[in-house]
């Protein structure tokens, strides 16, 4: 099997995820409010909301402008990011991902701090299914070999 095949994923922005994000950012801001019962609480529980809108735009819907818009898997845990202002950053994938029928997690590397989340929805099923195969195997799947008929 060849380590030159390169693979290119286009996403789409996930709904699902957003409100997930938003709504895990929402309870625990209720949270925050409730335990310091003054203006410093509520003060805390809107900021935590907040930051849970300012992810889920950027993370999940897409929309800032160093969201993810594409990933270029090239071969044993390398990655190239193409982000929404046309920026390439090349990326090194370390060993503990999460891989799972609904979503696949990759924690950058070495210094640079980011994670990569693609849901399910966020690619076709095809493409789905490469990129678990990819980040399972560290290699592009490629086309069956040719079986010999007998």
Not at 39 to 53: D, K, R, T
């Amino acid at each position: 099997m060849s380590s030159e095949r390169t693979l290119r994923i286009d996403l789409k922005p996930s709904r699902a995820l957003a409100a997930a994000i938003v709504g895990v950012h929402s309870a625990a801001g209720v949270c925050a409010g409730a335990l310091l019962e003054d203006a410093a609480g509520v003060c805390l529980g809107v900021l935590i909301v907040g930051l849970g809108l300012a992810a889920a735009w950027d993370r999940a819907l897409l929309l800032g402008r160093r969201s993810l818009r594409a990933l270029r898997a090239e071969g044993k845990g390398r990655l190239t990011l193409e982000l929404a202002n046309g920026a390439l950053v090349p990326l090194r994938v370390g060993t503990r991902r999460y891989v799972s029928r609904l979503v696949v997690v990759l924690p950058a590397a070495a210094s640079m701090r980011r994670t990569i989340i693609v849901t399910g929805d966020m690619l076709d099923p095809d493409s789905f299914r490469a990129l678990r195969l990819w980040a399972l195997w560290g290699q592009v799947p490629g086309p069956a070999p040719a079986q010999p008929v007998a």
